[in-house]
């Protein structure tokens, strides 16, 4: 395991995701929210029975879904972790944990006051995706957010003591300055991807420079 973890999400074909199965990633994220990376459950059920996942951890990413509409998803895969990307109250991330007993993670959209929504989910959330907003888009800009406010969200997490992921506009060019900030993870989607596939040898430069942290 890596001591920083590694999240590549938004795989979207049986390609994608024999490339990320095969890298160093601690977690492999799937969208199930609209948007250009979203997927079938179905789909997803019949890839995994042609690459082996074993050794990651599959984790569901969701806007605002309901309960019915995350079980329909977990009929079909094995997730692990439900990611909850939209504007989730505190109340329904604690149906969501009744409902599946499965780990939460909530993503907070980075704005000057986000530390104090963070501060909401202590003792409820079982982790963090610190990501940035842009438009109407919930995630998968490829637009980073100030960076600059990174160790206030780290420490928030810290004493809730559940991981904090970085996410949003994370590339192989901008790597090496994220990780000089002390975080838990990275969790990348278009930042390792050459015209819209998911690309080894971006995979492989980013990891490097993970290892050498």
Known sequence: MNSIGIKYCGNKSLDDLKITSESNANYLGFIFANGKRKI???DLEAWLKDVNVASKTLVGVFVNGTIEEIANVLSFVPLSIIQCHGSESVQEVVELKVAFNKKVWKVIH???DAINLMKEFDGIADGYVIDSKVGKQ???SGIAFDWSFIPQYVNE??????PCFIAGGINK????QLLSYDIDGIDVSSGIELENVKNKEIITIIEEQVKQK
């Open 40 to 42: 079938s459950p179905s």
């Open 110 to 112: 980075h704005k000057e």
């Open 138 to 140: 919930w995630g998968g």
């Open 157 to 162: 997490a810290r004493r809730q003591q559940v």
């Open 173 to 176: 060019d901008n790597i090496r």
